[in-house]
């Protein structure tokens, strides 16, 4: 199986402040590898698919980058309701792990 | 609009079983492969199955392989998850979601989701 690992597990932030999340793949995924957002009590939400690509909707502050095995997600100008949880997925393999979440808190 | 409702969870025995049901709306269901995630308390997401459109091609998480089996009826818009031998590690929030393809950007991912249905396996 493919394991992503995200870092940092958490971190925390101030509104305004610019932040990046990375993604490891343990193999190479081309750029299968999305990138999901989760508030407290809800279901995950897309923010970004194919690595880079912003899904319809998503806020432009929030972008992809990476190929390959290493990857990261930036947030330009955190705002008050982006503090969450954000999760790595790869959709290279028919195995879809995810990693294992990076929690955005309040500074 | 797109709706994934889920239903089935509860409180159930070690050894126990459960079926979860997940019925779709807003879209054509027998167009998509369908997922399960799950999400234990407090921890993070975990893939569990999937099946294709036709139901040709379905495949499991090894935690689960060869006590849960994922099955589809396309002319009831539903997904189901049959789960047997449950053990304490399968409690969580269980999520089914619609995996969209996007072929020009090597795009596949989960679009939908529905609320999830807890199940909890305790003595």
């Known amino acids: 199986d493919i394991q992503m690992t995200q870092s940092p597990s958490s971190l925390s932030a101030s509104v305004g402040d610019r932040v990046t999340i990375t993604c490891r793949a343990s193999?190479?995924?081309?750029?299968?590898l999305n990138w999901y957002q989760q508030q407290p009590g809800k279901a995950p939400k897309v923010l970004i698919y194919a690595a880079s690509n912003l899904q319809s909707g998503v806020p432009s502050r929030f972008s992809g980058s990476g190929s390959e095995t290493d990857f990261t997600l930036t947030i330009s100008s955190l705002q008050p309701e982006d503090f969450a949880t954000y999760y790595c997925q790869q959709s290279y393999s028919f195995s879809r792990t995810f990693g294992q979440g990076t929690k955005v808190e309040i500074k | 609009e797109v709706q994934l409702v889920e239903s089935g969870g509860g409180l159930v025995q070690p050894g126990g079983s459960l079926r979860l049901s997940c019925v779709a709306s807003g879209f054509t269901f027998s167009s998509y492969a369908m997922h399960w995630v799950r999400q234990a308390p407090g921890k993070g997401l975990e893939w569990v199955s999937s099946i294709t459109s036709s139901s040709t091609y379905i495949y499991y998480t090894d935690s689960v392989q060869g006590r849960f089996t994922i099955s589809r009826d396309n002319a009831k818009n539903s997904l189901y998850l049959q789960m047997n031998s449950l053990r304490a590690e399968d409690t969580a929030v269980y999520y089914c979601?619609?995996?969209?393809?996007?072929?020009?950007?090597?795009?596949?991912?989960?679009?939908?989701w529905g609320q999830g249905t807890l199940v909890t396996v305790s003595s």
């Open positions: 193999q190479n995924i081309n750029t299968y």
């Open positions: 979601t619609r995996l969209v393809l996007n072929d020009a950007v090597n795009g596949q991912y989960f679009d939908y």
